[in-house]
């Protein structure tokens, strides 16, 4: 099922829109006949209105227990201050945001950091893939994804790092999408409810 997606160009004029075959979604559901109904962009500058609809889409991941960072419950002044201080990174070039909207709103996002240190210019790592439960099985998993990818070319960098829970469902979409398994590191943080869960590393050459 191919999806023409249109990335804001402000920060990256040269980009181009571009289509990307999506056959499963995070979980491994087919989805031949599925058509999504959100749309995905590049932003350079986000607002307090965006900010808010971000920290939505966080509480609501957290919330659905996902291991990103945050403990549940996730208080939404947590939350909003989690995405001033991306807002910040992203205002100053050090990170490049890429947001999905749907008609109710922001519904995912997923980061790159792209400052990284003088020996690694051309390196950078993903992180924060976050998709709202509304629209799982739909592939936003995959295009923001394949998006971030995208970006990372245009703003020169040909490798890039992320880490996944082992066995999770995200794990196995970057198996799916190529990225090549470094190995797993136990114990390695939390799950939002307390327990405990192993990390995997994985990366993606770019260049090849």
Known sequence: MPLTL???????PQIQDYQ????????GTP???LVPD??????SAINDGQIGELADLLIDCVGGGASVGFM????????LSFWRGVAASVAAGDRALLVAEDAAGVCGSVQLVLLQPDNQPHRADLSKMLVHRRVRRQGLGAALVRAAEA?????????LVLDAV????????????GWTRVGDIPGYALFPDGSACSTTVYYRNLGE
């Open 38 to 43: 959100w749309s995905l962009r590049r932003v």
């Open 151 to 159: 970006t990372a070319r245009e703003c020169g960098k040909t490798l």
């Open 20 to 27: 990307v075959r999506f056959d499963h979604d995070l979980d």
């Open 166 to 177: 082992t066995g999770g469902d995200a794990a196995r979409l970057y198996e799916r999408l």
């Open 72 to 79: 549940r419950p996730l208080s939404r002044d947590r939350a």
């Open 6 to 12: 249109r990335i804001d160009r402000d920060v990256c």
């Open 31 to 33: 989805m031949t006949e």
